[in-house]
């Protein structure tokens, strides 16, 4: 037989005794990590289960009843609008479209809550109030929308 040929057999056998190995080590490796994660999964659930059956103490019990309690208190109270309401006897004027106090601070036409800009990237004439989720756009008599600081300077020279 012609060296090549042998060499050739050879590489063939070589690579097919590999190929077999690399599949037995898988196959072994996938067997074993199962074995292992049933021997993990029956240990949690017998630590879990022996944990379940201890008595909790009193104290504890009575400790973990209250902080459930302040928790449905607290909860709702931090998702509430955290500014306080406005001055009900502060005068307001309409103009442009929406409530102005003395401080040049735009207000909801609907709730008199403090307005914000709607967005940096957006239109700089639309406010939001946070309150009653309404948008107010800022126009002048025609109609035109103006900027806060436009419509401020207008609100100065009247």
Excluded at 1 to 28: C, E, H, N, S
Excluded at 88 to 98: A, H, I, R
Aim: with cysteine.
């Amino acid at each position: 037989m012609p060296p090549q040929a042998t060499l050739k057999k050879w590489l063939k056998l070589f690579g097919a005794d590999t190929r077999r190995a690399i599949i037995g080590y898988i196959v072994v490796g996938l067997i074993l990590a199962g074995g292992g994660l049933w021997v993990l999964t029956k240990t949690a659930l017998t630590w879990v289960t022996q944990t379940a059956n201890i008595l909790t103490p009193l104290w504890a019990t009575i400790s973990l009843v209250l902080l459930c309690c302040l928790y449905i208190y607290l909860k709702p109270r931090q998702s509430q609008n955290p500014q306080k309401p406005p001055n009900v006897q502060e005068e307001l004027d309409e103009k442009f479209g929406v409530y102005w106090n003395s401080q040049y601070k735009l207000r909801c036409l609907k709730c008199k809550w403090p307005l914000k800009c709607a967005s940096k990237d957006f239109d700089p004439s639309v406010f939001f109030c946070s309150n009653c989720n309404r948008k107010h756009a800022l126009r002048d008599q025609n109609g035109i929308h103006m900027t806060e600081a436009k419509a401020i300077e207008q609100l100065i020279i009247c």
